[in-house]
């Protein structure tokens, strides 16, 4: 982590993506802990996702002269939604226990980012279209109202063929679990049980530890980015959204939160 926040070096041109995943780690890192040793790391990861937040509310991959620049990502505002939930979540609890939420002033941008993915997913962005359903149903008592419906049921329709094994897609997949977890009812009932199961087969039993076994191979639109090892990693991310979150929208983790400007 540098001095201004950003986790790895930003001599490629995707390094706020993997920046906003491992602010995510270290923030639920720290709302599992409470621990000081993860504190200091995830505010200054904090400050430096909403420095690189463009002025469209959404972020860009980043690029390769380390500034945050350029049109905005669907995968890397995905990823930078989530954690500010998280946050928001772990501020909420705060405001519970008589403390000020430190998060004053986001909610406006968190509106404009979701009409930015909504657009981005009627453009045919199904990454786009499962965080928009995720955010839109992550608000304070969301109704699970017709629209939200019919969101999700284009998401199942677009992301169904890409859950059997042969074409299974990792990043995609992820996603769409994450928003029809929260939508919930006949949708979820009808997807879920598929894409466990083509995660569970897509696993790799052969080799040994140090190459293949237990791992999955690089698939679908992310396959690049992610690798070997962020593959698995979001194999077992998916696997866990049941225990990982409720159908408030964010992680399960004590009260405990770093700030936002």
Request: hydrophobic content about 40%; charged content about 20%; some cysteine.
């Amino acid at each position: 982590q540098d001095v201004e926040g950003c986790f790895g070096p930003r001599t490629s041109s995707h390094y706020n993506y993997g920046h906003a995943i491992a602010t995510l780690a270290m923030v639920e890192a720290y709302g599992m802990t409470k621990s000081a040793l993860y504190s200091k790391s995830a505010q200054k990861a904090l400050d430096f996702l909403a420095n690189a937040q463009l002025p469209s509310s959404v972020w860009s991959r980043g690029s390769a002269d380390g500034v945050a620049t350029g049109a905005g990502d669907a995968s890397t505002t995905a990823w930078a939604s989530l954690c500010l939930a998280d946050v928001r979540r772990m501020n909420a609890a705060e405001g519970q226990a008589g403390r000020s939420p430190m998060l004053e002033g986001h909610d406006r941008r968190r509106e404009e980012t979701l009409a930015w993915l909504a657009k981005a997913s009627e453009a045919g962005d199904a990454i786009a279209g499962a965080s928009a359903l995720f955010l839109a149903l992550e608000r304070p008592q969301a109704a699970r109202d017709v629209e939200s419906v019919r969101a999700a049921e284009r998401l199942l329709a677009a992301l169904s063929p890409s859950i059997e094994v042969a074409a299974l897609d990792l990043g995609r997949g992820h996603w769409a679990t994450i928003a029809l977890f929260q939508a919930g009812g006949e949708v979820w009932k009808r997807w879920d049980p598929r894409f466990v199961r083509g995660v569970v087969d897509a696993q790799r039993h052969d080799g040994d530890f140090c190459t293949t076994k237990g791992s999955f191979d690089p698939s679908g639109a992310e396959a690049e980015a992610f690798g070997r090892v962020g593959s698995t990693a979001l194999g077992a991310l998916s696997l866990e959204v049941h225990h990982r979150y409720d159908r408030g929208g964010v992680a399960q983790t004590p009260a405990a939160s770093p700030s936002v400007p």
